[in-house]
């Protein structure tokens, strides 16, 4: 600890104050992905039901959303948004302008949109890898479409989802690195910031890459153990 | 024979020193009025201008333009993707310990703009939200000077232009001419309380050409050039198709 503080004390760049931008960064980085994901989720499992349905009318739409949110750039995505919106007229002196006035939420909402599209489709293909055998004892059960959904098919579907959903999260992850471009400092702001006021790309990059690197390693870790919990009917023994 | 060799390496030198490389000079632009792009394409400004007076001194070429982002542009240098940052630097300590300055060539001083219904006063400044560009002396100085504002930094001036207009923030703190040239014919936006030019120990001494600590002659080779141009005029023929008042120093 003692020999800790005494390399902050004698470099330069990673004082106490550059360190708490960093932290600033990670809890920014952490707050945006884990709610865009949480709500991102949310979202997806209704759509994801709804993508699989065989009435065009409401497999369309679905579809529609996933292939426009999944065949842009989400940087292009958060410029529509962020930028976007101010050219309504009025929108800065209406109730919305609270939500949009800070870059917080229009990024949140570009992000989830994002990640709710990807989800979808994650979840669409686990619920149409459904056994057919299933669905056939489900209803010779004189299981409900309802019943059937909650009971069997989406439980089973979720388990199948886990590592495509893994790889997702820690897309996310990364992705969230361009929230830097619309002013929030999140890590790679945080990096930005260090960078430009010391002139040293390297040290402050690395660093900032190395958080990173331990985040993607923690999900990793965690998704390891949800799959041995989860999937260990599927493990070989 | 030695002769000859001798006289002939006396030409070789001659004409090299003659055919001298243009000197590569990197600018973050645009940055109207001091760099930008003319409607036909090319560079100009008033640092292009007086940079090219600078290159003929020494060379007589002008300067071979390199276009860099600002917060790359010592690291450009330091890499030797160009010899020279002619680009609005301002002196201080942090940047003399990566690079070597001419003596300054001109100052000009900070000012806020922001929305004439607005009513910001930089006197008042709690909780306000005022735009700078990341890593300039106006970051530094609202970082420093005002703790009670809410700074948002950005890579490039043109997008905090854009989020002032879109009503994200109260005001932005921009050198003076820059801010004026960027607000032109936008009449919702002024000049907001008086131009800033102290403290020095923020705003420093001035703006100078920046080289390698290595490049010590090129450096002094600029100095000389820059101060020639300041007696015979040219610099001052410069500065007033650009500028209603003095930045010279």
């Known amino acids: 600890m003692d020999a800790l503080l005494a390399l902050i004390d004698t470099n330069k760049i990673f004082n106490l104050t550059t360190l708490g931008h960093y932290w600033d960064g990670f809890v920014m980085t952490i707050q945006l992905v884990a709610s865009s994901l949480l709500i991102g989720l949310i979202i997806s499992v209704p759509l994801a039901v709804m993508r699989t349905s065989k009435n065009p009318f409401i497999n369309y739409p679905v579809w529609f959303f996933t292939y426009v949110f999944r065949g842009t750039p989400l940087l292009i995505q958060l410029y529509m948004i962020y930028y976007g919106v101010t050219l309504i007229d009025g929108i800065q002196e209406s109730v919305f302008w609270v939500i949009f006035e800070r870059a917080y939420y229009p990024c949140l909402i570009a992000f989830t949109l994002n990640t709710a599209a990807y989800t979808t489709e994650i979840f669409r293909g686990a619920i149409e890898a459904t056994p057919k055998g299933e669905i056939e004892a489900a209803k010779a059960y004189g299981m409900s479409w309802l019943k059937r959904m909650t009971r069997i098919v989406l439980p089973s579907a979720f388990r199948r989802a886990i590592p495509a959903y893994s790889n997702e999260v820690i897309f996310m992850l990364h992705a969230s690195a361009i929230a830097s471009t619309v002013t929030i400092i999140d890590l790679t702001g945080a990096a930005r910031d260090i960078y430009a006021r010391y002139y040293a790309p390297f040290e402050s990059f690395l660093f900032v890459a190395a958080i990173y690197l331990s985040i993607t390693f923690t999900i990793i870790f965690i998704f390891k153990q949800l799959e041995k919990r989860l999937l260990a009917h599927l493990q070989p023994r | ?249």
């Open chain 2, 1 to 249: 024979m030695k002769k000859t060799l001798l006289a002939l390496a006396g030409v070789l030198s001659l004409t090299a020193h003659a055919e001298m490389d243009s000197i590569r000079v990197a600018v973050d632009a645009p940055y109207p009025p001091f760099e930008y792009k003319a409607p036909d394409g090319t560079l100009t400004g008033f640092e292009v201008e007086l940079g090219n007076a600078v290159c003929q001194e020494i060379t007589k070429k002008d300067c071979d333009w390199v276009i860099q982002a600002w917060d790359g542009i010592i690291p450009g240098l330091l890499a030797r993707k160009y010899d020279m940052i002619f680009s609005s630097m301002s002196v201080n300590e942090e940047r003399k310990e990566k690079v070597l300055f001419s003596k300054p060539y001109y100052q000009v001083p900070s000012a806020y703009f922001a929305p004439v219904k607005g009513g910001f006063d930089s006197s008042m400044t709690k909780g306000k939200r005022i735009g700078v560009q990341r890593a300039t002396v106006q970051d530094n100085y609202i970082t420093e000077m005002k703790k009670d504002a809410e700074v948002v930094r950005y890579t490039t001036a043109d997008d905090m232009v854009v989020d002032l207009e879109g009503g994200r923030l109260d005001a932005i703190f921009v050198d003076a001419p820059v801010g004026e040239d960027m607000l032109k014919g936008k009449a919702k936006f002024a000049q907001s309380g008086e131009m800033v030019t102290q403290p020095i120990s923020i705003f420093g001494e001035g703006i100078a050409a920046a080289f390698r600590k290595r490049d010590k002659d090129l450096a002094e080779k600029v100095t000389v050039a820059l101060d020639k141009l300041k007696a015979n005029g040219t610099y001052d023929k410069i500065m007033k198709k650009y500028f209603s008042y003095s930045i010279k120093v």
